[in-house]
């Protein structure tokens, strides 16, 4: 059995039905509780059940944002910023940062079963200090294609086979202001997306090949964490976990255990992700830039590049239809 706490809200599932119940007694025994049954809804979190397995949804969460910034009437739009958009501090100043600051702090909570917003919302979120009109226009856009995907949510089937598969990519000196990289991962165990990222690099990189490779890191660090959770929980799949890249001088890096000049400057830190290689726990292998999904945390993308990649993520409609609106 694994059981789930959040203050006065549990999560409770296993594999006897008859075990689960005498748990429950037992308890209630103990504590106050009511069995409310199957999961439905938990913090926010709209759980529908499906044939093959689960989609996990905030779409009436999603809908008050929206009525909240008074544009639920609006008109759809089909990706959340212009391609290759970047953003700067410069600029006329927002007169209302409040209500800006309200809104991107609401999407950041909608990102937890929306990950192509993430780097939207990480991006905006950088100048809650001081917005511009230029940035309330970029949230706008945002709610505007929040609109246009109310329903979507995160789908988890039952996978055919267990494996850990990560997605790193970095897109090299991307903030305009500091030049620091953007990185983001994603994590699928079994083919469902569970662990993903999109952040800003602490510190300025010479090269993209130094930035790749610590956005590497960052996420060997990641699956480190899964893999030791999986392991307490006895579900860690048998095969070694796969890391995928699509610069190939950083997976050489990881590969080769002879440190060559152009790394000496990169911190000692980093390089752990070689001996996770040298000895057999991690690998890591070469994925072209098309099939790269972790390109959605890093760059703003073109509308086919997006949905692309929105679908391997497996995010995306209710794989049904609703009947009777949204509850």
Same mark, same amino acid.
């Given at each position: ?6 203050? =006065? &809200? ?14 429950? #007694? ?11 049954? =199957? ?11 499906? &044939?093959?397995?689960? +989609? ?7 809908? =008050? ?12 739009? !089909? ?9 700067? !501090? ?36 950088? +100048? ?20 246009? /995907? ?12 267990? #494996? ?6 970095? =897109?090299?000196?991307?903030?305009? &202001?500091?030049?620091? #990289? /953007? ?27 130094? #930035? ?33 890249? &699509?610069?190939?001088?950083?997976? +050489?890096? /990881? ?16 390089? +752990? ?26 760059? !703003? ?21 609703? /009947?009777?609106?949204?509850?």
């Amino acid at each position: 059995m694994y059981l789930l706490v959040y203050v =006065d &809200d549990l999560i409770l599932t296993g594999n006897d039905e008859n075990l689960i119940h005498i748990f429950i #007694s037992q308890l209630n025994q103990e504590f106050s509780i009511k069995d409310l049954g =199957d999961l439905n809804y938990f913090l926010g979190l709209e759980v529908v059940y499906t &044939d093959s397995g689960l +989609f996990l949804t905030r779409a009436k969460y999603a809908k =008050d944002i929206l009525i909240r910034a008074q544009l639920l009437d609006s008109k759809p739009i !089909s990706t959340p910023l212009t391609p290759h958009e970047s953003f700067t !501090s410069a600029g006329l100043s927002y007169s209302d940062p409040t209500l800006y600051r309200s809104l991107v702090g609401a999407l950041q909570y909608l990102t937890i079963t929306r990950p192509d917003l993430s780097y939207a919302v990480k991006q905006l979120s950088q +100048f809650l200090h001081n917005p511009t009109i230029d940035h309330f226009r970029a949230v706008k856009r945002l709610l505007r294609f929040v609109k246009g /995907t109310l329903s979507f949510g995160l789908t988890y089937n039952h996978p055919h086979k267990q #494996s850990i598969l990560g997605y790193s990519d970095a =897109d090299w000196a991307r903030c305009l &202001d500091t030049r620091r #990289s /953007t990185y983001g991962y994603s994590i699928f165990l079994g083919g469902n997306l569970v662990s993903w990222n999109a952040k800003k690099q602490p510190t300025v990189s010479r090269s993209s090949c130094e #930035s790749e490779y610590r956005a590497m890191s960052n996420t060997a660090t990641e699956l480190v964490w899964i893999t030791h959770l999986l392991r307490e929980l006895h579900a860690l799949p048998p095969d070694r976990p796969t890391l995928l890249c &699509d610069n190939k001088s950083a997976l +050489f890096m /990881t590969q080769n255990p002879v440190s060559h000049k152009r790394a000496e400057h990169i911190d000692l830190d980093y390089h +752990f992700i070689r001996e996770l290689v040298h000895s057999g726990k991690l690998y890591t292998k070469f994925v072209p830039t098309n099939l790269h999904v972790a390109d959605i945390f890093i760059k !703003s993308l073109p509308r086919a590049q997006f949905e692309a990649f929105r679908t391997m993520l497996l995010l995306g409609p209710p794989p049904f239809r609703l /009947t009777g609106g949204i509850r």
